[in-house]
T-cell receptor
Framework: DAMVIQNPRYQVTQFGKPVTLSCSQT?????MYWYQQKSSQAPKLLFH???????NEADTPDNFQSRRPNTSFCFLDIRSPGLGDAAMYLC?????????????FGPGTRLTVL | GEDVEQSLFLSVREGDSSVINCTYT??????LYWYKQEPGAGLQLLTY?????DMKQDQRLTVLLNKKDKHLSLRIADTQTGDSAIYFC??????????FGTGTSLTVIP
């Protein structure tokens, strides 16, 4: 059974047209993360939520926003996508409690910007 | 963020052992992880080690951690063609943040 679900798997948008990527989880984990992964590169952490507390990475552009309306769902909003934002976007979850807090990843959404 | 580095490529023959290396700079690491990524897919957790351990074995996988040198390695015994993928190491700090290495592309030659 899928535990971290991302929709859609492939998203095409136009330069400057806002786009929203969706992530949901059935694990009831406290923490949800968004990563950007460009071709042949490591996933780059954009931000994460610990419950409702939002934690932004210092170098995440303002163009990227996130919402977490409840435990299960987290959204990534790209307000004005540029060509450089084309990438795979990965969502992950983590229990947030002490102990082996492994991350569980979704399959990713590949974003194309035309 | 913290720096986590890996060599980019590794080729081995089927049946041989593979050793993938990783170095990191985070002095507050709690756990270190190895993930596998196949083309077009998300990251699959392979194994992990607590930062106070030196070694962990899990079937064909052996993780070695040298905390003093901040060096982590993953050994895959009896490497198979299905092991061909990109392998990422990641460190988790006390703030629940994860930082990934650059990834090592493993090619297994039949």
């Amino acid at each position: 059974d899928a535990m971290v679900i991302q929709n859609p798997r492939y998203q095409v948008t136009q330069f400057g047209k806002p786009v929203t990527l969706s992530c949901s989880q059935t694990l009831n984990h406290n923490v949800m993360y968004w990563y950007q992964q460009k071709s042949s590169q490591a996933p780059k952490l954009l931000f994460h939520y610990y419950d409702k507390d939002f934690n932004n990475e210092a170098d995440t552009p303002d163009n990227f926003q996130s919402r977490r309306p409840n435990t299960s769902f987290c959204f990534l909003d790209i307000r004005s996508p540029g060509l450089g934002d084309a990438a795979m976007y990965l969502c992950a979850t983590n229990t947030g409690t002490s102990g082996s807090g492994a991350q569980y990843f979704g399959p990713g959404t590949r974003l194309t910007v035309l | 963020g913290e720096d986590v580095e890996q060599s980019l490529f590794l080729s081995v023959r089927e049946g041989d052992s593979s050793v993938i290396n990783c170095t990191y700079t985070d002095s507050s690491s709690t756990y270190l992880y190895w993930y596998k990524q196949e083309p077009g897919a998300g990251l699959q957790l392979l194994t992990y080690i607590f930062s106070n351990m030196d070694m962990k074995q899990d079937q064909r996988l052996t993780v070695l951690l040298n905390k003093k040198d901040k060096h982590l390695s993953l050994r895959i015994a009896d490497t198979q063609t299905g092991d061909s993928a990109i392998y990422f190491c990641a460190d988790q700090n006390t703030g629940n943040q994860f930082y990934f290495g650059t990834g090592t592309s493993l090619t297994v030659i039949p």
